[in-house]
């Protein structure tokens, strides 16, 4: 029986940034997503309310992008994973 390692490698910029203590993941605009499927990711994976998820929507909308979440860079990673895997446009900042 083997075991098999992955090795992976890092940015002097992803170390940088990863060091933070606090992160956002942002949600930005784009012509693909409808409201209504932002807004039952939202509230499917970040259990926020459906007016929550609404405001969030309409930020986006307008303002080209939002703050959805704050914490660990690793959260931060699992959910902008998560969230990409819907289609939505999320980075980590």
Do not use: P
């Not at 098999?4 to 992803?14: A, N, S, V, Y």
């Not at 939202?42 to 307008?62: G, P």
């Amino acid at each position: 029986m083997s075991t098999e390692t992955k090795e992976e490698t890092f940015t002097l910029e992803e170390i940088l940034t990863s060091l933070k203590t606090v992160h956002r993941l942002i949600l930005w605009n784009d012509d693909v997503n409808t409201f209504d499927h932002v807004i039952w990711c939202m509230m499917r994976y970040l259990d926020y309310s459906e007016n929550q998820a609404e405001k969030i929507a309409w930020e986006v909308h307008n303002k080209g992008k939002c703050a959805i979440l704050e914490g660990s860079f690793t959260e931060m990673e699992v959910y902008r994973k998560i969230l990409q895997q819907e289609g939505l446009t999320v980075t980590v900042d």
